[in-house]
């Protein structure tokens, strides 16, 4: 069995800053790339950030310069720094990562429950 939990998301006033949290547990043996993903109501979930294992870390436009992805691999844990957040980065924001796991071979994608964030302006 394998989980990622989110954490972090709440309500902001417009310039402010949030960080979320995804921690994964169970059977992993190694996590490779992780990533954040945002719905906002009636959106399709759109790509927000992700790194690699221990490469670089690429962000879509829309963040670029205001938040910060990064990780802690022996908590096997992801993180987004939100900060100058607008009322339009309002979505459930969601983890994702790729790992192989210690029960079976091959890998694995799996997605967090999502956490909500509300921009308000």
């Known amino acids: 069995q394998v989980q990622l939990v989110e954490s972090g998301g709440g309500l902001v006033q417009a310039g402010g800053s949030l960080t979320l949290s995804c921690a994964a547990s169970?059977?992993?043996?190694?996590?490779?790339?992780m990533a954040w993903y945002r719905q906002a109501p009636a959106k399709q979930r759109e790509w927000v950030a992700s790194i690699p294992r221990g490469g670089t870390t690429n962000y879509a436009n829309s963040v670029k310069g205001r938040f910060t992805i990064s990780r802690d691999n022996a908590k096997s844990t992801v993180y987004l720094q939100m900060n100058r957040l607008k009322p339009e980065d309002t979505a459930v924001y969601y983890c994702?990562?790729?790992?192989?796991?210690?029960?079976?071979?091959?890998?694995?994608?799996?997605w967090g429950q999502g956490t909500q964030v509300t921009v308000s302006s």
């Open positions: 169970g059977n992993i043996f190694r996590i490779n790339d």
């Open positions: 994702n990562a790729d790992m192989t796991r210690t029960d079976f071979g091959g890998q694995y994608n799996y």
